[in-house]
């Protein structure tokens, strides 16, 4: 199992943010390698997203399940992707924390397994690659708050859902 | 094994080469040398659609040296770099560097471009083009944009190349490296010949007066290679023996400033805590030639 977190500030409130985080429209636009995200219902969604390590860098048909969503605080999934000789699980946590001043603080973390060809890259490039495409995302997402892209919460916790992952 | 179907395309030109990579986008990939892609997509490691073959773009394949920069296309291999007179006078850090890349066949298809844009940390080019603070030049349908190097490599083989971006070449600027008082050396240490490096330095060193009897480094450049997920500037190296003449204690700071900056991957051969003493060693030796060869004749480069 491989474990990511990281941090990232923002200029807006996390009642403001929470609105871009749960918008899969937003998602879709900000989300590296994200070619697109339907919304199957309030709780499940799929995604094709293209991402990887250098050239290697396969297709994953993605599903994700919100599993806890306690606005405008924390935000947790579990999701699943698949392509041709790779595949992985996670859960993916992010908590936002006001400031004081307006400001508001993202932690987030991830832990995954991966298998196949990409899991032979290992942590050290897959933890230094997922960093810098959280972070762009982070950053994507910042700059349509900044120029006052709407945002439409949409997403809910699926009921009596547990995210996990096995060890 | 063989690497799964694609198709291929052999443009002649930057526009043709910039359209069919904003068609396909990232189920493309650019050819060049074929040193690293072939062996990925025949392990199918990598399976993209379409191969875009740039071994006829002319115009990319140029070495220009001027009065004030450097400009070396991408396309030029490094056997070229590697034999360039130009570039042995002007920088030679880079045939230094290319000189030690693999083997004579890999030598004489590797590119420079391919090294820039494959960014692997352990890479010869991405290491010097840091080291001398080089710009990447990049086209797309949407227009040229220079990066610098800096800037460009973001993690472990992760650039700010966007996938309908094509490197045309870098330049480096002159103005820092007068040929008379300036020194460079590229110091690998590797397993075998062929092999990636364990840690390389590549250095460089300005002394105010080469026939002085205690010339002073006015200005020195330290990078790292394999040192971290990317290739590894290390600033608090060069302020250690910058404004004065170099002695055992400026070169053992040094040494010890790249120690403490390196973040190594062990690796199956070298793990950590070795690889962060090679950084250090492979600092202190690569400045000590670099100070030399600013301080004696220019000629032997």
């Known amino acids: 199992m491989m474990e990511f977190e990281g941090e990232f500030t923002s200029n807006h409130s996390r009642e403001e943010l929470w609105n871009y985080f749960t918008d899969p429209d937003i998602l879709t636009a900000c989300a590296p390698g994200c070619d697109e995200i339907v919304m199957e219902s309030p709780s499940e969604l799929a995604a094709v997203i293209s991402v990887g390590v250098g050239s290697v860098k396969p297709t994953f048909d993605v599903d994700m399940v919100v599993t806890q969503a306690d606005e405008p605080e924390t935000l947790r999934m579990e999701v699943g992707g698949n392509a041709t000789r790779n595949s992985f699980d996670a859960v993916a946590e992010m908590n936002l924390h006001s400031n004081g001043d307006d400001t508001t603080t993202a932690h987030w973390s991830a832990q995954t397994n991966v298998s196949g060809l990409i899991a032979s890259m290992g942590q050290r490039a897959l933890g230094s690659v997922s960093t810098r495409l959280v972070n762009n995302f982070f950053e994507d997402l910042e700059a349509k708050a900044d120029e006052g892209v709407s945002a439409e919460s ?11 992952i096995d060890d | 094994m063989k690497p799964a179907p694609f198709q291929y395309h052999r443009p002649t030109t930057i526009e043709e080469t910039t359209t069919l990579l904003e068609t396909h986008r990232h189920d493309a990939e650019l050819m060049a040398g074929n040193q ?3 062996i990925i997509m025949a392990n199918r490691l990598a399976t993209p659609n379409h191969i875009i073959d740039i071994n006829d773009l002319e115009e990319i394949e140029y070495i220009d040296v001027t009065e004030s920069s450097v400009e070396i296309g991408s396309l030029v291999r490094h056997r070229t770099i590697e034999n360039s007179a130009e570039l042995k006078a002007t920088l030679p850090l880079f045939p230094q560097a290319a000189e030690q890349i693999a083997g004579p066949s ?5 590119t420079l471009g391919g090294s820039i844009g494959e960014a ?3 890479g010869n080019y991405p290491t010097v083009l840091t080291a001398l603070d080089g710009d990447l030049h990049v086209t797309s349908v949407d227009g040229s944009r220079t990066v610098p190097a800096t800037e460009y490599f973001i993690a472990y083989m992760f650039t700010d190349l966007g996938e309908d971006e094509l490197i045309t070449g870098v330049s480096i600027g002159r103005d820092p490296f007068p ?3 300036t020194g460079m050396a590229f110091l690998e ?3 075998a010949a062929q092999t990636w490096p364990t840690i390389s330095a590549a250095t460089a060193i300005r002394v105010d007066n080469p026939k002085a009897s205690e010339p002073v480094v006015e200005e020195a450049r330290v990078a790292l290679a394999n040192a971290a997920d990317i290739p590894l500037r290390v600033t608090e190296a060069e302020a250690s023996i910058q404004g004065e003449p170099l002695t055992d204690e400026s070169l ?4 010890g400033a790249a120690i403490d900056a390196a973040q190594p991957e062990g690796e199956m051969h070298a793990d950590a805590e070795y690889k962060r003493e090679l950084a250090g060693e492979y600092t202190r030796r690569s400045l000590e030639t670099s100070y030399e060869r600013a301080t004696t004749t220019q000629t032997d480069q």
């Open chain 2, 36 to 38: 690293s892609l072939g």
């Open chain 2, 120 to 122: 692997d940390p352990a």
């Open chain 2, 179 to 181: 040929a008379d008082r």
């Open chain 2, 189 to 191: 240490q590797k397993a």
């Open chain 2, 106 to 110: 890999v030598r004489n298809r590797g």
């Open chain 2, 252 to 255: 053992s700071a040094a040494a």
């Open chain 1, 154 to 164: 949409q997403l809910q916790a699926k009921e009596g859902a547990e995210a996990s």
